[in-house]
């Protein structure tokens, strides 16, 4: 895997849509000269060559973009502020092409107790084009959703009982092209679990795959697979190394590789074989776990370097398609593109 070359700022988060790779940047202060300032879509058809549309926020107030999903034909990303509190609520925007941008609507707001609001916790579409996020007040121990809408007007809240429970904190929510993973737990120290949704309504749980609160679940669909990859857990070790766990049209969760020395892994679909990246025990270096079909694991040879200056990198996100991947980290690590062969 070697560096992609990208015109302005980082990837800050990336998805694969039915034709086209599309990224998000944020650039402010007079950081991307080549660009300017503001909120950047970058679209490629090749995950080689990218073209930049700026969004339409004010480019004048710094913002983050915070998630970027894709599903349902359609792109949704939202923005919001981390210098202005309370602050305005966070934007959802959605393209079909992920060149031209529309306001979809607004995170839904929460109740503000103290000086600081709930921040949005995460951004999902499922498969039928539902969009889906919750929000979380870390200082209030408080979790809001998650919201439901098809229209980003009427949001309505996805009730417990939905889950089964009387009430939920909602911790994370991801989405592929095939299906949602929500993690959450019934109060604020209870244990966490995972559920599966193709239409954000009904819920599967996935009660075989042990999960805590710093498991960092990921989820990879395809070919009738779907792929978790998390950090093994348990209350009497604490969490470290990386367990991947499969299952088969929503059928029975079987744990299929472990791995101790790895930790902080992702996943991703190519197209034809599942990848899975943590890091290892160089912290500059990426550990790349490949199969062809979600059941058998083995670790393919990789000697690229994360990071220009050698230091620790955490994968932030990996999407691959087409036999390509790209894969990204956070802060200031490179953003590289590759094949993976997959034995």
């Not at 080689?48 to 700026?54: D, F, G, K, V």
């Not at 200082?139 to 809240?157: H, Q």
């Not at 679990?193 to 498991?215: C, F, I």
């Amino acid at each position: 895997m070697r560096p992609a070359a990208i015109g302005g700022g980082q990837f800050m988060d990336m998805v694969r849509g039915e034709d086209a790779w599309v990224g998000v940047s944020a650039c402010f202060g007079g950081r991307c000269p080549a660009i300017g300032d503001g909120v950047f879509a970058w679209t490629s058809s090749d995950g080689e060559t990218w073209s930049a549309s700026r969004l339409p926020p004010d480019p004048s107030v710094e913002l983050a973009a915070r998630y970027l999903v894709a599903g349902a034909g359609r792109y949704y990303l939202t923005t919001g502020t981390y210098t202005i509190f309370p602050g305005p609520p966070a934007e959802i925007w959605a393209s079909a092409d992920g060149v031209a941008w529309q306001a979809f609507g607004e995170v839904p707001r929460t109740e503000c107790t103290r000086k600081l609001c709930a921040n949005q916790g995460s951004l999902a579409v499922t498969p039928s084009g539902t969009v889906l996020v919750h929000a979380v007040a870390q200082m209030e121990e408080k979790s809001f959703g998650p919201y439901a809408s098809e229209d980003g007007i009427e949001w309505r809240l996805v009730e417990p009982s939905a889950f089964g429970l009387d009430s939920i904190v909602v911790d994370s929510i991801e989405s592929t092209d095939a299906a949602v993973l929500l993690m959450g737990r019934s109060c604020w120290d209870c244990e966490a679990r995972l559920w599966t949704s193709t239409d954000g309504t009904t819920w599967d749980p996935a009660e075989d795959v042990p999960v805590q609160l710093y498991s960092r679940p990921h989820l990879a669909t395809g070919d009738g697979q779907r792929v978790i990859v998390l950090m093994a857990c348990s209350a009497a070790k604490g969490c470290g190394g990386t367990e991947v766990w499969s299952s088969a049209d929503g059928g029975p969760w079987t744990r299929r590789f472990s791995a101790p020395d790895i930790l902080h892994a992702i996943v991703g679909f190519t197209g034809s074989a599942f990848v899975a990246v943590g890091q290892g025990e160089d912290p500059a270096r990426y550990v790349v776990l490949g199969s062809a079909d979600g059941v058998t694991w083995s670790e393919i040879p990789n000697d690229s370097t994360m990071n220009p200056a050698d230091e620790e990198c955490s994968p932030a996100w990996l999407v691959g398609a087409n036999g390509t991947v790209l894969l990204g980290g956070e802060e200031e690590c490179m953003t590289l593109r590759g094949t993976v062969t997959v034995p």
